[in-house]
Nanobody, 122 residues
Framework: QVRLLESGGGVVQTGGSLRLSCAPS????????IGWFRQNPGKGREFVAA????????DYADSVKGRFSASRDNAKNTVYLQMNSLKPEDTAVYYC???????????????WGQGTQVTVSE
């Protein structure tokens, strides 16, 4: 079973930045498309960003466009989500997920991490 491990979450003030990392547990996952999602208690998982396995195709939710940036270093088998100009409404548990197809739908992703908490204080 492929596992994904997120890291880089934490507490930051409004306007601050964080960089999340997603490191799959197996080398073959470097060919997977990776999605970033976030979730708050009592709510569904919200799409944040997706990046194809080549890195050539990237999509963002409207709420994060211009502030968040997804990238990947396949040599390091790691995918990143750079989050700038953070707002309190960005507070959530952030998950990375892997899929053999490129998609922005959470239900299409097979492999998920356990999530990392991001808290943006006012």
């Amino acid at each position: 079973q492929v596992r994904l491990l997120e890291s880089g979450g934490g507490v930051v003030q409004t306007g601050g930045s964080l960089r999340l990392s997603c490191a799959p547990s197996e080398r073959t996952v470097r060919t997977y498309n990776i999605g970033w999602f976030r979730q708050n208690p009592g709510k569904g998982r919200e799409f944040v960003a997706a990046i194809s396995w080549t890195g050539d195709t990237i999509d963002y939710a409207d709420s994060v466009k211009g502030r968040f940036s997804a990238s990947r270093d396949n040599a390091k088998n790691t995918v990143y989500l750079q989050m700038n100009s953070l707002k309190p409404e960005d507070t959530a548990v952030y998950y990375c997920a892997g899929s053999s197809v490129y998609t922005v739908r959470a239900e299409d992703y097979i492999h998920w991490g356990q999530g990392t908490q991001v808290t943006v204080s006012e």
